[in-house]
């Protein structure tokens, strides 16, 4: 994902805004709805199994791969 000069970069711990205590998303489809429409870069970390990342548009959406807590939180 390239940045221009000065532009933000956000990045989103997914289960903690879709599981967490200050739910933000229903789920990860919603959440990824809500980061497209902001208009802002945005990097949404999951943990997950697979390590994998798709960008779509200002959005990127990786998963962390491996096992263990706290996987996102450490990338």
Do not use: C
Not at 31 to 53: N, Y
């Amino acid at each position: 994902m390239d940045l221009r000069d000065g532009e933000g970069l956000e990045i989103w711990d997914g289960w903690n805004l879709i599981l967490g205590s200050q739910k933000v998303a229903r789920d990860r489809e919603d959440l990824l709805k809500q980061a497209h429409a902001s208009g802002k870069r945005i990097w949404i970390v999951f943990d997950g199994p697979e390590e994998s990342v798709r960008t779509s548009g200002k959005v990127r959406v990786s998963y962390t791969g491996g096992a263990g807590a706290h996987r996102a939180d450490r990338l």
